[in-house]
């Protein structure tokens, strides 16, 4: 069964942190790329993180430098540690396949506002 379950997000101020996670069932995450995407309000849904199977990652230089993706292949979940956030960073956060898949989860709203 497809099965991807983001958590963690919520309301934060500039410059401040939050966790999210991604719950991946295992024929999706086992041995694939896994990525971070985001949609903001009006906008396309954008890449901003991947992490290979063996750990290399690459991001959106817009958050470069202040996330950090990160995957636990024993428990097929993976990871995004946002730092620095700014109102810009105001999305729906998904995680899926890279490339993704047709299938999307729910996502986590992450509010960046003072």
């Known amino acids: 069964q497809v099965q991807l379950v983001e958590s963690g997000g919520g309301l934060v101020q500039p410059g401040g942190s939050l966790r999210l996670s991604c719950a991946a069932s295992?024929?999706?995450?086992?041995?694939?790329?896994m990525a971070w995407y985001r949609q903001a309000p009006g906008k396309e849904r954008e890449l901003v993180a991947v992490i290979t199977s063996d750990g290399s990652t690459n991001y959106a230089d817009s958050v470069k430098g202040r996330f950090t993706i990160s995957r636990a292949n024993y428990k097929n979940t993976v990871y995004l540690q946002m730092s620095i956030l700014e109102p810009e960073d105001t999305a729906v956060y998904y995680c899926?396949?890279?490339?993704?898949?047709?299938?999307w989860g729910q996502g986590t709203q992450v509010t960046v506002s003072s």
């Open positions: 295992g024929s999706i995450f086992r041995f694939n790329a």
């Open positions: 899926n396949k890279y490339p993704s898949l047709a299938y």
